[in-house]
């Protein structure tokens, strides 16, 4: 019987030595259940996707930073200075860049993310929309082979 990708992801995070990971060892994945049940766990799941399989994985903060006022005690967020439409996270594997949205369920690209999409790809770097773990690995497989010698 074939496993699921979600439920293969998951074995290989609790089978694959810590030496084998091209990562700092304070950026390995945990042994936990990886799922795509929302956003924030789909994007977990895609990072954690590439470091398993040899590459590197980040997930991109494009919000900005909190900090305290020292006058008042409130918490104020200083914005960020990521391009406005910057990917959910990025990943290298086998000398190839992606950017990877993610955008669970019916939620749309905003104006600037699809500026930032056109861009990546004009650039020669591969974007993917993410909805699913399924969805991701199907368009990952295409990228790859695409554009390299594997998977043809």
Same mark, same amino acid.
């Given at each position: 019987?074939? #496993?699921?990708? $979600?439920?293969? $992801?998951?074995?290989? +995070?609790?089978?694959?030595?810590? *030496? ?7 950026? #390995?994945?945990? +042994? /936990? ?8 766990? $789909?994007?977990?799941?895609? /990072? ?10 980040? %997930?991109?903060?494009?919000?900005? %930073?909190? &900090? ?14 990521? &391009?406005?439409?910057?990917?959910? #996270? ?8 992606? *950017?990877?949205? +993610?955008? *669970? ?8 993310? +699809? /500026? ?8 020669? *770097?591969?974007? &993917?929309?993410? %909805?699913?773990?399924?969805?991701? &690995? ?5 990228? $790859?082979?695409? %554009?390299?010698? #594997?998977?043809?």
């Amino acid at each position: 019987m074939e #496993l699921s990708q $979600l439920k293969q $992801l998951n074995q290989w +995070v609790r089978e694959k030595p810590a *030496h084998e990971y091209i990562v700092p060892k304070s950026s #390995l994945p945990k +042994v /936990e259940v990886y799922s795509d049940v929302d956003a924030n766990e $789909l994007t977990k799941s895609i /990072e954690t996707f590439f470091k398993v399989v040899g590459g590197f994985g980040n %997930r991109i903060n494009t919000t900005g %930073r909190m &900090i305290k006022q020292p006058k008042t005690g409130k918490w104020i967020t200083v914005p960020g200075h990521t &391009i406005k439409g910057t990917a959910d #996270l990025v990943g290298g594997l086998y000398g190839l860049t992606f *950017h990877v949205e +993610v955008k *669970h369920k019916d939620d749309r690209q905003s104006p600037e993310q +699809v /500026e930032f999409q056109n861009m990546v790809i004009a650039a020669g *770097h591969s974007y &993917i929309i993410a %909805r699913n773990f399924d969805g991701f &690995i199907f368009n990952i497989h295409r990228e $790859l082979k695409k %554009r390299t010698n #594997l998977w043809k």
